[in-house]
């Protein structure tokens, strides 16, 4: 389990492979075979691969060494949250209980990101 208390730093980007945030080789076809296989057990599911999900976004925790492990915890942010109040939450959760600041993790990040609060009308609530 994750405790507020051991994040250090919170990143947003926006949604990309994980190996662009932790390294690795690119296994296109192992990816896209997983998702074949989720559009055969559910029809509704309508993604496509990329390697890059503009219109989502990923948080980056870092939670030093003290977690199993672990330097980074990668939270990719469901899409619906975006627009329904959970993730505006979330993000006041972590302002509220875990005291990290809250960085971009590129520029490409950075305009995203804002340009996703000015929607939900809370552009100057989340500047950096």
């Known amino acids: ?74 939270v990719q942010i469901p899409k619906s949250w975006l627009y329904d109040g959970q993730f505006a939450s979330l993000l006041e959760d972590i302002r509220t209980h875990c005291g990290a600041p809250l960085s971009y993790f590129d520029e490409e990040a950075s305009h995203h990101f804002q340009q996703w609060a000015k929607t939900i009308g809370h552009g100057e609530k989340y500047e950096a």
């Open 1 to 74: 389990m994750l405790k507020w208390s051991n994040v250090r730093q919170v990143w947003t980007g926006v949604t990309k492979n994980n190996r662009h945030y932790l390294g690795g080789r690119l296994y296109s076809s192992r990816r896209q075979s997983r998702f074949d296989e989720i559009k055969r057990r559910h029809p509704s599911f309508r993604e496509a691969v990329r390697e890059v999900y503009p219109d989502r976004f990923t948080l980056l925790l870092n939670v030093g060494r003290e977690v199993q492990s672990m330097k980074y915890v990668i």
